[in-house]
């Protein structure tokens, strides 16, 4: 069964920085690419960040240069470090595993964690 749980977010200034957490169990983390999307309010979820089980990386157009997806192995975690955070990042942000070629995941959505960037 798929289960990750997202933390790590807050209310930071514009400029500032955060580093959000998604914990998976160690069957659910080994083998699977893992993503981190976000929802602002009153639009859709979007992709922001992948990493695969070889920790090959990709990057929505909007955050490349300023948000870094990372993995350990070790803690079954991924990570997302965002840097030089802008008011338009603030969302909820969701992690999970995105089924190749589409849109869905596998699983649900977890309740995710809220990111507000002050101006």
């Known amino acids: 069964q798929v289960q990750l749980v997202e933390s790590g977010g807050g209310l930071v200034q514009a400029g500032g920085s955060l580093r959000l957490s998604c914990a998976a169990s160690r069957s659910t983390f080994t083998t699977n690419t893992i993503a981190w999307y976000r929802q602002a309010p009153g639009k859709q979820r979007e992709l922001v960040a992948t990493?695969?089980?070889?920790?090959?990386?990709n990057y929505a157009d909007s955050v490349k240069g300023r948000f870094t997806i990372s993995r350990d192995n070790a803690k079954n975690t991924v990570y997302l470090q965002m840097n030089s955070l802008k008011p338009e990042d603030t969302a909820t942000y969701y992690c999970?595993?995105?089924?190749?070629?589409?849109?869905?995941?596998?699983?649900?959505w977890g309740q995710g964690t809220q990111v507000t960037v002050s101006s």
């Open positions: 999970a595993l995105p089924v190749a070629g589409t849109n869905l995941i596998r699983g649900s």
């Open positions: 990493i695969s089980s070889g920790a090959s990386t």
